[in-house]
């Protein structure tokens, strides 16, 4: 029985182009392997394709803004303005976040508004405050222009539609892996000293009851991706996770997000209202603002100016030694 699903499967995926040759992942051996669809392989091909994309403006409406040209290569692939500006000259809603480790996310957006990276990919491009194009005429413009002719035969056996579109950029989204920062050696790798004594003494504040930090960004990715209310605000004008579930428990409830890179995708929150990670701590540190949904881990405690000191130095040691992108 498994033997004759995995012929079929693969003679499937010969079939889909799929057969040609697939990516292998660049992970830290303590990294668990993200989750990829089974309908959509990574493969050199479909990564390939997916990058090219994923740096094209033609995407956009005035042929102008790539996904990239909101989420920049050299700051984790994040924005570095509050919010990002659209092809119309308008600002978004929301703070651009960084794509690190994105393949992890049980739901997309700082909502959880969107299930799958293939789907997400239609959100930007058809949002008029983002690319406000259609990727239906995008693929016609393209189809027939080289490499994405060749590419998309290759990657899926047909020629460059939305189908191929959003299942090439979700492939290349999921190889931006994050797992290569001096906090890794240290905790992963057992390098006691990739640390600075001072950056020990912030992790163990981070992880101990005092800020309580990992009581949400825990785990390797440093987020259990559930969706909390930190008291930023007393009121929200961003509904958060309540403009999915519609319901008033979840009003300013937002993902938690990775701090892996956090040096590097300033400004921070969704709305980006904090410049500076000093911001973020003595936010934390005040225990929030008072509103109905606030998290009840969000208590205020005291840091001395060194434990302040050692808990930023140990958020910047969160930042990647190599290039999060690992595609030719
Ligand atoms: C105009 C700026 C802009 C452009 C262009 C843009 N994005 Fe984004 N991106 C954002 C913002 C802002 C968010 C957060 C939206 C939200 O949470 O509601 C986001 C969120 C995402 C997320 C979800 C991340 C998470 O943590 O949940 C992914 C994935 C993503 N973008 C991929 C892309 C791709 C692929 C493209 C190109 C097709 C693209 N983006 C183009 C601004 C942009
Ligand atoms: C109750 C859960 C919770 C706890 C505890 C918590 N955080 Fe967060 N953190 C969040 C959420 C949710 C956000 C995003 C809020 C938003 O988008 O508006 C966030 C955002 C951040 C950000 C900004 C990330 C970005 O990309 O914008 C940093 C930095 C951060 N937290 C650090 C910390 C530190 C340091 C501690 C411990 C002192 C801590 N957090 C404790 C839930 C938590």
Redesign the pocket.
Known sequence: MVIALTGCRKDELMQQGGGAGSFVLDLPAWMPAPPVPADNPLTKASVALGKQ??FEPR??RTGT???A???FTDRAFS?TVA?????AGQP????????AN?AY?P????????PT?EL??L???H?D???DHSIITAADDLREVEPYRSLSQQAYGRPLDPYVITRA??NY?RTLISGWSRFDRYLYQGETTALTESEVRGWELFSGPVAGCTGCHGGFDLSDHSYRNVGQYSTYTDPGRARISLDPADEGKF?V?TLRNIALTAPYM?DGAMATLEDVVDHFASGGLSHPNKDPQMTPFTLSAQERGDLLAFLNALTDERSLDQVP
């Open positions: 994309l994923f995407l956009s803004l790539s996904c040209g909101c989420h924005d919010l990002s500006i659209g092809v978004g809603l929301r703070n651009s976040p960084t794509l994105v996310h739901a997309l957006f700082r909502d959880g508004g969107v990276l997400q990919v959100a930007p491009i949002d405050l983002e690319m950029i979700a989204e993902k997000p969704h």
